[in-house]
């Protein structure tokens, strides 16, 4: 290679260097720019939005056209009032109660939800993820047919916006809907339906009440553990007769919503469940039982406390901490000589801290071990 060739792809080297240097000092440029045009509408915008959220009820939705006004007019251009609709849909992702009211009352003043519909029908996804987020927030039906549209495109990002904008409309049909279509690939992660469901604005009675009995066993299964006490109670019947019949993984689910119930007379299901031939069953019941603290479930938990299988004993003596009379009944289970009980009791109280209580049942194992001793010696 000749020298001259040298010094040509150096200074093409260099040339691209700086071109790229001054890009990024033009583009931290423009963004400082753009910060400090935000911070400055920000200060024009806030007075008006305190104003209108400090206001009376009545006074509110007596007035708000006259202050609103008067705030368009203050709006200078595009950019000033993209700051103004961030800063409603901050109040209404983070907002709560009438504020979020009176946020999406701005909101419609100025036009922003029917603005969603073209970036919902938009060809790229993160326009189209982002136009759902909005509409969800600004809770817009009218949206609703074309987010149940965007449902068929594969894209996690887009069909969590679009499930969690439906959740915020409240729309059951639409919810009901909406799962029917995406139960053969959901792209969203348990804990993400979850939230879904927890900010679902509509019937939730009716929701859950269809959904449980999907064809979709996941998502059934996924229902029936976001229950809240109130809806695990009112479908406690339909809970039950899942249990009875579904499979393994379904009926573990059931026995979370049957504790979630706080139906006292259906305990006897989850006492019943803790001889059930399937050790997941029976180790996911003697932890439920530990929340109820059932007087009818002592025996049964103290039977537990002595299951072939570590989870089930680990359970069940968890729980048994959480009676009032614990201290006889894992006495009584150390009374019987059983090393894997004991076992159980010494990994379980020590990590709860229960010092005086484990010092108690180290005692009695001592004196039935020295017990069992004797008694071979004498065979």
């Known amino acids: 290679m000749s020298f001259r060739t040298v010094l040509i792809i150096l200074a093409i080297l260099t040339f691209v260097c700086a071109s790229l240097l001054i890009s990024v000092v033009l583009i931290k440029r423009n963004q400082a720019s753009r910060e400090k045009r935000r911070r400055k509408d920000i200060k024009k915008i806030s007075p008006f939005l305190k104003k209108l959220f400090a206001a009376g009820t009545v006074e509110f939705f007596k007035n708000n056209e006259q202050i609103l006004s008067v705030l368009a007019a203050e709006i200078e ?71 149940l549209k965007v449902l068929a495109i594969v894209s996690s990002e887009t069909q969590l916006q679009a499930m969690m904008a439906l959740a915020r409309i409240g729309d059951t049909a639409a919810m009901l809907e909406a799962f029917d279509k995406i139960h053969r690939l959901i792209l969203v992660n348990e804990r993400t339906v979850n939230e879904i469901l927890c900010a679902f604005a509509g019937d939730r009675f009716e929701l859950f009440k269809k959904m449980i009995h999907h064809q979709s066993e996941y998502l059934v299964r996924l229902f029936l553990k976001a229950m809240d006490q109130e809806t695990a109670n009112r479908l406690i019947e339909d809970i039950i007769q899942l249990f009875k019949n579904g499979g393994k993984e379904t ?84 009374e019987t000589g059983d090393k894997y ?38 065979s």
């Open 251 to 334: 009926r573990l689910a059931c026995i979370i919503a049957i504790g979630k119930s706080g139906n006292s007379r259906k305990n006897y299901m989850l006492v019943h469940a803790l001889g059930d031939k399937e050790w997941e069953i029976r180790a996911t019941a003697a932890k439920t039982l530990g929340n109820l603290a059932d007087p009818d479930a002592i025996n049964a938990l103290a039977k537990a406390a002595r299951d072939r299988e570590w989870w089930v004993r680990q359970n069940a003596v968890s729980s048994i901490l959480a009676y009032p009379n614990r201290d006889e009944i894992l006495t009584s289970i150390a």
């Open 77 to 147: 251009n595009k950019f000033t009032l993209q700051t103004l609709e961030d800063m409603l849909l901050d109040t209404l992702e983070y907002g709560g109660g009438e504020t979020k009211v009176r946020a999406r009352t701005i909101a419609y003043y100025f036009g922003f939800p029917e603005k969603c519909l073209s970036m919902i029908r938009d060809r790229l996804t993160g326009n189209i993820a982002i136009g759902c987020r909005k509409a969800g927030l600004y809770q817009y039906w009218d949206a609703v047919p074309d987010i």
């Open 341 to 378: 009980a004991y076992d159980s009791m010494q990994y379980t109280l020590g990590k709860a801290n229960e010092r005086s209580l484990l010092s108690r049942i180290k005692e009695v194992w001592s004196k039935e071990d020295d017990s069992i001793m004797i008694k071979k010696i004498a």
